[in-house]
């Protein structure tokens, strides 16, 4: 995974949901920020994006004209109705804040025409937005931070979130931190958010007490994204937080407010997050019992390390035999491409990618501008390697039907035989070291000793496999193109066709990602085996490895 400060950590994991209205679109960022500003008559300099910033907070006349032109969206005549829609569009930003409102709360007819209304708008401010925020860091603008706290309830959509984050974090000066801290106890969600994350990243450990007042926010990612910061610091107002944040309803959050508790404490209590919710009531129960008898006294960890399960992807590294390894962002963009003839792939923690050239025998780990920095050779059509704590590298053998571990100096410290053609191994936290036996149709966990001490049900041709936090193992199939979900014993829990050929199963932040090579896609599952989404990288793969930040 990929090392990164606290702050943009924090950022990427929050994921705030944002009031109805708001820009919701998935942008992209602008290509030429000058000409997409200019293009709207907006000046390409710190003063044109200053004044369409303020042009979203209308003064008292015209505010007190939105409201009037808002009421006629509902008048009993057709035209007036078709008048007052044509002037509220002609008015732009000013008028968002009074149609977001009306979107909300007003009688249906102004719902529906102020709910249009804010698409058709938030469409074009999404670019706007993003040339804004370009624009203001090639400018170095300072005294920014109240405008864009402003316009932070705008900024719903991940890149939207990302930009203004970065935004804030290169122009904010000490100087308005006062403000930051103002956000933090009375804004809105995406202004706490965006406050925390800024605040966590810049403040000194005894400053810290600035996030306090988000850990009692209504929205529970703002409460994650403060108890996490707090946490890092080993500071424990973050714990009866963090245990309640185990009883929310998106998994996701479930998931991440468990791995920082045992990361911070070293405690588990059996919780799991996808686990029934007797299971996990009686597991919170433990923990707010274990918090109230020694959170007080209890010696935390850190600076964290948290379980991969509980990161974020960020981006997906796709292999190609005999062309590239190629980085794809979570809208599909190709970011970089270093030509060579990889089959798996496994990005690093330090902006390193290990790849396995099947064709050569080798095993070859890259710093992040391409440069080989380590080489396994003399190895039989391997198929799979990652890289674990400390520099060594698990490498799957499919030619021997061998699994072996070699230290960070390319000697073998361990080795286990017996496998038949086998496509994939993961090293799991308990030592085991889990195999897609592919050619003897089955999943199976081996021990340290090598011997094997699990092993699944019949699948056909088993290529890929992913541990959950709860024990379950999600599975992906190369003939009969299916996601099965296999429960601790083995034994399926679910059946998904995808279809196609797949590979790379992998649980992140409480979603489920399966690689589909033959329709080019990332696709995404939910923890019932549904398709809940895709991502086209248009460029068909042998092994995706997905790069993450925790």
């Not at 400018?139 to 930009?163: D, G, M, S, W």
Request: hydrophobic share 45%; charged share 25%; glycine share 8%.
């Amino acid at each position: 995974m990929v090392q990164v400060p606290l702050g943009r950590a924090v950022a990427i994991v929050a994921g705030i949901a944002g009031a109805a209205g708001a820009v919701s679109a998935q942008p992209t960022r602008v290509a030429n920020p000058a000409q997409v500003l200019r293009s709207a008559g907006i000046e390409p300099n710190e003063t044109g994006v200053r004044g369409y910033l303020a042009s979203f907070v209308p003064d008292r006349t015209r505010g007190l004209r939105i409201l009037w032109l808002v009421e006629r969206l509902g008048d009993p005549r057709f035209s007036v109705r078709e008048r007052a829609e044509q002037k509220l569009r002609a008015l732009g930003a000013s008028a968002r804040h009074a149609l977001a409102r009306a979107a909300e709360t007003a009688p249906l007819e102004v719902q529906v025409r102020a709910t249009a209304l804010l698409r058709e708008m938030d469409e074009s401010a999404s670019r706007l937005l993003l040339a804004s925020f370009a624009m203001l860091r090639t400018e170095n603008a300072r005294n920014v931070v109240l405008p864009l706290l402003t316009i932070a309830p705008l900024c719903t959509a991940a890149e939207l979130r990302t930009e203004l984050e970065e935004t804030l974090r290169t122009l904010v000066t000490p100087a308005e931190f006062d403000a930051l801290r103002e956000a933090v106890r009375t804004g809105g969600p995406n202004a706490q958010w965006v406050a925390v994350v800024v605040l966590a990243e810049r403040l000194t450990p005894d400053q810290l007490d600035a996030l306090l007042p988000a850990l009692a926010s209504k929205s529970p990612d703002v409460r994650y994204a403060a108890a996490r910061a707090l946490a890092d610091q080993g500071r424990r107002e973050c714990l009866p937080v963090l245990a309640d944040l185990l009883d929310a309803a998106p998994v996701e959050l479930r998931i991440r407010s468990h791995a920082v508790l045992a990361a911070s404490t070293g405690q588990d209590f059996g919780f799991a997050a996808y686990a029934e919710l007797a299971d996990r009531q009686a597991a919170i129960r433990r923990w707010r019992d274990w918090i109230e008898a020694n959170g007080a006294t209890a010696e935390l960890r850190s600076p964290l390390r948290l379980d991969p399960e509980a990161a974020e992807v960020v981006a997906f590294w796709a292999s190609t035999t005999g062309s590239a390894l190629t980085r794809f962002d979570r809208q599909g963009r190709q970011t970089r491409t270093r030509k060579c003839d990889p089959y798996d792939v496994c990005p690093g923690e330090h902006g390193e990618v290990l790849y396995t050239d099947r064709n050569a025998g080798a095993v070859l780990v890259l710093d992040p501008r391409g440069r080989v920095l380590r080489k396994i050779t003399g190895l039989s059509s391997p198929t799979d390697a990652e890289l674990l704590r400390g520099g060594h590298i698990l490498v799957l053998e499919g030619g021997n039907g061998r699994v072996s571990e070699f230290d960070a100096k390319g000697k073998k410290v361990w080795t286990a035989g017996g496998l038949n053609n086998p496509f994939d191994a993961d090293r799991l936290g308990n030592g085991n070291t889990l195999v897609a036996d592919s050619g003897s149709d089955r999943v199976v966990e081996l021990n340290p000793q090598g011997r094997v001490v699990w092993t699944s049900e019949k699948i056909d041709f088993p290529n890929g496999v992913h541990r959950l936090g709860n024990g379950w193992t999600l599975v992906t199939t190369y003939t009969s193109g299916n996601a099965v979900m296999l429960d601790a014993r083995g034994k399926t829990v679910w059946r998904t066709k995808v279809g196609g050929t797949l590979y790379s199963p992998r649980a992140a932040a409480g979603r489920l990602f399966v690689a589909n090579s033959t329709a080019r896609t990332i696709v995404e599952l939910d923890v019932t085996g549904k398709e809940v989404g895709s991502i086209s990288l248009g460029v068909a793969f042998n092994d995706i490895g997905y790069q993450l930040v925790r």
